[in-house]
């Protein structure tokens, strides 16, 4: 699936603020605290309905994704327990006309665009609270219908009234198929509004696609609706379009989660270069609080991943997929022009690096972490990058930028090594062995 000039802004970002925020945060136990802990609707709701974020402040969090290097950002603006977080004219229980008083869309849009990020907005087709929604279509068609027009209703109000929306993140479309939402009649609808919104994939829960094609979860992904696919909990690439990983940046749940275990800096940072590396982008979650701050547990991280795309940003903006030599052994690789970047996830602490694999002579090699050139030996049997430091360079990844006179490319026995070419390619490694011996 092609995209087009204005919409390319999106692969080379490679790096997505996602934020899942709304009543639930009461809870402190995940985004889904009302469908899982069965709670009793009138009450979640009388608690919804009373919640009062005095202390968000969108500019707030918006300094926090620029400094994190965040490109564009993803807020829930609706959840599965229907609670809106804009002035919708299309239901009354929303942030403006609840306790709050306040368009918190409006406030996320105005200081998200003004930090210079592209605005995103999440919105959940299921509603848990809703009779529509757990009933077979078929046999309440008014009800049902009900439900889709609200659905197509507040979407176009997202798409009028907060200016340019650079992309439309759908959720929560099973049990239901595309043909019951309407979705492609609401995709059209949209790409009328906004003519380079990029929408995902999750249209339509008619089209599970199976483990073997990389689903993990099942979660109404559409093969071949919206523009970019949205792999869950895993990085799987996508080679018929562009892609996002989406990740928590604790153990697991989205929403916030208070005693929540999280995921080291280390471990964040290597969603993104592997995504990267794949081709993809990842879109990495924060749980903001009930309050309205995000937890000082995701500021820190993100910012330490600021601190290393300061340094290294140039092997992961803009760039396309690197599987040129195998690495994966120590880290991750990611291609731009003639250059080859090498991300270290494990500094082996020898002053030389051997590579065997590449077919293009090495021009030149940087240290991306310390700016210091590295001496280059292109021999018969492999290229030799010299002068490494011994320690690691840096607490996260080191960077070894590589360049070439031409695009690089790989031995003929390299790209076989991976079997996706003929073992045989192997034999000529394989040293005769005198048998008579
Ligand atoms: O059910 C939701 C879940 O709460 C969360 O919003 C994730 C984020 O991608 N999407 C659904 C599960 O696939």
């Known amino acids: 699936m092609a995209i087009s000039e204005n919409q390319k802004w999106f692969p080379e970002s490679r790096f997505g603020l996602f934020l899942h925020w709304g009543p639930y945060s009461l809870y402190g136990r995940g985004e889904q605290v009302l469908f899982r802990e069965h709670l009793d ?23 926090t994704a620029r400094e994190a290097g965040f490109k564009y950002a993803v807020l ?28 918190f869309v409006r406030e996320y849009v105005d200081a998200f665009r003004e930090a210079g990020l592209k605005i995103g907005l999440y919105y959940s087709w299921a509603d848990w609270t809703s009779k529509a929604y757990w009933s077979d279509p078929d046999e309440h068609p008014e009800e049902w219908s009900a439900l889709r027009d609200m659905t197509h209703n507040q979407v176009e109000e997202l798409l009028t009234n907060y200016g340019k929306v650079d992309v439309f993140w759908f959720d929560g479309s099973w049990p ?51 523009d970019f696919g949205t792999p869950e909990h895993h990085i799987t690439a996508d080679e018929s379009r562009i892609w996002e990983s989406c990740q928590t940046s604790t153990w697991r749940l989205w929403g916030y989660c208070r005693g929540e275990r999280w995921r080291p800096t280390d471990l964040l940072l290597d969603f993104l270069c592997q995504s990267a590396s794949q081709g993809g982008n990842l879109l990495l979650n924060a749980g903001p609080q009930p309050d309205g701050r995000l937890p000082a547990e995701f500021i820190e991280r993100s910012a330490a991943i600021g601190r290393w795309l300061a340094v290294h940003g140039e092997a992961i903006y803009g760039t396309r997929r690197g599987d040129l030599t195998e690495f994966t052994t120590k880290g991750w690789q990611t291609r731009r022009g003639n250059s080859l970047y090498l991300i270290y996830r494990f500094w082996s602490q020898e002053s030389a690096e051997r590579i065997a694999e590449l ?79």
């Not at 229907?82 to 008083?101: E, V």
């Open 359 to 437: 077919a293009t002579p090495v021009k030149s090699a940087t240290l991306l972490t310390t700016g210091q050139s590295l001496e280059v030996e292109n021999r018969e049997d492999a290229v030799y990058i010299k002068g490494l430091p011994l320690l690691q360079p840096t607490e996260l990844f080191p960077v070894i930028r590589l360049n070439f006179d031409s695009a690089p490319e790989a031995k003929d026995w390299a790209k076989g090594r991976l079997w996706n070419l003929d073992p045989k390619e192997m034999l000529p490694w394989v040293r005769e062995i005198d048998q008579s011996k």
């Open 41 to 63: 609707q009138d009450d979640y709701e009388a608690k919804a309905r009373a919640w009062n974020p005095e202390e968000f402040d969108a500019k707030s969090w918006a300094k």
């Open 176 to 226: 239901h198929p595309a043909l019951k939402w309407d979705s492609q009649g609401l995709l059209d609808r949209m790409r009328e509004l906004q003519p380079d919104i990029l929408v995902n994939n999750r249209l339509d829960a008619d089209s599970p696609f199976t483990k073997s094609q990389g689903a993990v979860e099942f979660a109404g992904e559409s093969r071949t609706m919206g």
């Open 76 to 103: 829930t603006t609706r959840h599965h327990d229907s609670y809106a977080l804009w002035d919708t004219k299309y239901s009354n229980y929303n942030s403006m006309k609840c306790a709050p008083k306040r368009d």
